[in-house]
């Protein structure tokens, strides 16, 4: 009888579907799903390259493409949930699951659509109910490094 999976071992195999199913719809042809997935990555970062999709360009081109057809243009671009939503339900997700760094990436397109710093604040606060303190006070962290940068850029001028 085959021993039932941990909550662990049931994530990873549901992230290796996941990238198995990205990975495999990458492969189709799909300028029309790059190109919306470049339109969804212009409109959350005002018309300007995502440096780190940029970065994995000339190393991971399959990747990036990855990430231009299936995550952007094909899950991003879908029209159930306006793109202010879609922010703050993936800051929750990555506040939640302690990924900094992509936190403040998406904290920082929040912000660009609208979302106002007390709503990510909030935001925060929830996490600490759904992840703990330790991964609230993570996220609160990058918010503020965020915040900061922020300021710095609006007194400096853009």
């Not at 199913?21 to 189709?28: K, R, T």
């Not at 959350?44 to 081109?61: H, I, M, Y």
């Not at 007390?118 to 929830?126: A, C, N, R, T």
Request: charge should be positive; aromatic fraction near 6%; proline fraction near 4%.
């Amino acid at each position: 009888m085959r021993k039932p999976r941990s909550l662990a071992g049931r994530i990873a195999a549901i992230c290796v579907l996941a990238l198995a199913v990205g990975a495999a719809a990458a492969q189709q042809p799909g300028s029309e799903r790059i190109a919306r997935g470049e339109e969804v990555m212009n409109a959350l970062n005002e018309g300007k390259p995502q440096p780190a999709v940029e970065a994995l360009r000339s190393d991971f081109p399959f990747l990036a493409e990855a990430i231009a057809s299936y995550a952007l243009g094909d899950v991003w671009g879908r029209s159930a949930l306006d793109p202010r939503a879609r922010q703050i339900a993936t800051v929750a997700a990555f506040a939640a699951t302690g990924q900094r760094s992509v936190l403040k990436i998406h904290a920082g397109y929040a912000l660009n659509l609208g979302v106002t710093r007390d709503e990510l604040k909030e935001v925060i606060y929830l996490t600490t109910v759904h992840a703990g303190f330790p991964r609230a006070i993570e996220a609160a962290q990058a918010l503020s490094e965020l915040f900061k940068e922020r300021d710095q850029m609006e007194r400096g001028g853009k």
